[in-house]
Nanobody, 111 residues
Framework: QVQLVESGGGLVQPGGSLRLSCAAS?????MGWFRQTQGKDRELVAT???????NIADSVKGRFTISRDNAKNTVYLQMNSLKPEDTAVYYC????????WGQGTQVTVSS
């Protein structure tokens, strides 16, 4: 069982920035972030392999950046130019032999 500890999130005004962090309990091949709003399915935001190959959702491309520090088993999501529609619970994700999820962190974009 992989343990994922998230940090970051909170309330920010439109156009602002936030950074999410997620530390894993071991070395993970693929890590990333998904998000979910009430009544909707969880959707992919961005993933990154241990080698640094990233996959970014079109809805956030150009605004969000994913990176990881393999020495710390940590993945980061830098979110810039935030919009109200980015408001959601963001979940850290890690793939070992199954999907593993963090507890979720709320991001609210509002004036």
């Amino acid at each position: 069982q992989v343990q994922l500890v998230e940090s970051g999130g909170g309330l920010v005004q439109p156009g602002g920035s936030l950074r999410l962090s997620c530390a894993a309990s071991g070395s993970i091949l693929r890590m990333g972030w998904f998000r979910q709003t009430q009544g909707k399915d969880r959707e992919l935001v961005a993933t990154v392999t241990r080698g640094g190959v990233a996959n970014i959702a079109d809805s956030v491309k150009g605004r969000f950046t994913i990176s990881r520090d393999n020495a710390k088993n940590t993945v980061y999501l830098q979110m810039n130019s935030l919009k109200p529609e980015d408001t959601a619970v963001y979940y850290c994700w890690a793939w070992v032999t199954t999907n593993n999820w963090g507890q979720g962190t709320q991001v609210t974009v509002s004036s």
